[in-house]
């Protein structure tokens, strides 16, 4: 998968370069941490874990790197806990995605928290969103998900991390816009994170799952879930490539999802730049396209500055569409 459909949806623009910043060879971090704001078996945690593997597999760290998991309101309660307890703090990155961008953008971040409020560092990967749904479940593809849903519109259980408005819910509410339903309708189970709403799938409390592609690929290649459809701009590569996207189904439903790292909002220019080294470094290295590659993600290679101006970007996007949603004025 080429990197020009992500970037183009969010800043239609050309492709992005990598922000070159000098090492700070003075700054070393002490007991480096990366904070997923979620419960283990996740995206978050999946983003935490592509960056320690590859920076250890990579070297390019003196000691390893903990994670710590800090769950809440799909990244609001890490976010929140880095401007009260850590502002300062140079040794964290924490783990950020597209879905964390939509609630920051409805101002569930906390009162008076914005995007300025934290230091953008880097991309780690391109995620695209997926229809899941379990093995067994009676729809081969998008359309017969659909089919039933037009006639019967309360039947069918949705759940996902996240709460109304939420990235999973808004694809959802995308399928059901596009059948001419309103959303409110629809049946919604909201979860902590990704691997709640795995675990309900598989235990028949919920029946779909619109949830990220590389999330799930260790239940894909076990057999036990399948993916009615993926929500990119062409076909993935690789495990994916032979399931249709939306589009092709009828369906004119995309949503990318970035994985990166923000900093606290205080942190120093030192540690600052130090980080972004990493990424530009790791962006070279074999050993972190393989991790990568291995978890399902995407090149999405962009850190400092243009990072910085991505996150804004996509936040005025999901801004304007969650008023097209009814959900801000």
Excluded at 13 to 23: D, E, I, Q, V, Y
Excluded at 261 to 283: R, T
Excluded at 287 to 295: G, T
């Amino acid at each position: 998968m080429k990197l020009r459909p992500l970037v183009h949806a969010v800043l239609g623009s050309g492709l992005l370069m990598m922000a070159a910043g000098p090492a700070q060879a003075e700054f070393t971090p002490k007991k480096p941490e990366c904070i997923a704001p979620a419960k283990p078996g996740g995206g978050f945690d999946l983003t935490c874990r592509i960056l320690t593997s590859s920076l250890d597999k990579s070297g390019l760290l003196n000691e390893p790197m903990r994670v710590t998991f800090m769950p809440g309101g799909v990244g609001a309660v890490a976010y929140t806990h880095m401007n009260s307890n850590r502002r300062s703090d140079d040794n964290a990155v924490v783990a950020f995605s597209s879905g964390s961008s939509l609630n920051l953008a409805l101002g569930k971040f906390g009162t008076g928290l914005d995007v300025d409020d934290a230091r953008w560092v880097g991309a780690i990967g391109a995620d695209y969103g997926a229809i899941i749904v379990k093995a067994d479940a009676p729809w081969q593809n998008l359309e017969e998900l659909a089919a039933e849903i037009k006639s019967n519109p309360g039947k069918v259980v949705f759940g996902a991390g996240g709460t109304v408005g939420s990235q999973d819910w808004m694809k959802a509410a995308f399928l059901y816009r596009s059948l001419g339903l309103d959303p409110r309708t629809m049946r919604y189970v909201a979860y902590e994170g990704g691997g709640d709403a795995m675990a309900a799938v598989l235990g028949n409390h919920i029946q779909v799952f619109p949830g990220d592609a590389s999330e799930i690929k260790g239940q894909l290649d076990a057999g036990i879930v399948k993916v009615l459809a993926v929500l990119a701009p062409e076909r993935l590569e690789g495990d994916f490539g032979d399931i249709p996207t939306a589009k092709e189904q009828g369906f004119d439903m995309e949503w990318p999802i970035m994985r990166g790292f923000y900093m606290a909002p205080e942190a120093s220019d030192e540690a600052y730049q130090y980080w972004v080294q990493q990424f530009n470094e790791l962006y070279q290295s074999g050993e972190f396209a393989q991790v990568r590659d291995n978890q399902g993600l995407f090149p999405l290679s962009v850190s400092g500055a243009e990072f910085d101006a991505y996150i804004r970007a996509e936040i005025e996007k999901f801004q304007n569409l969650s008023r097209e949603m009814g959900l801000l004025k």
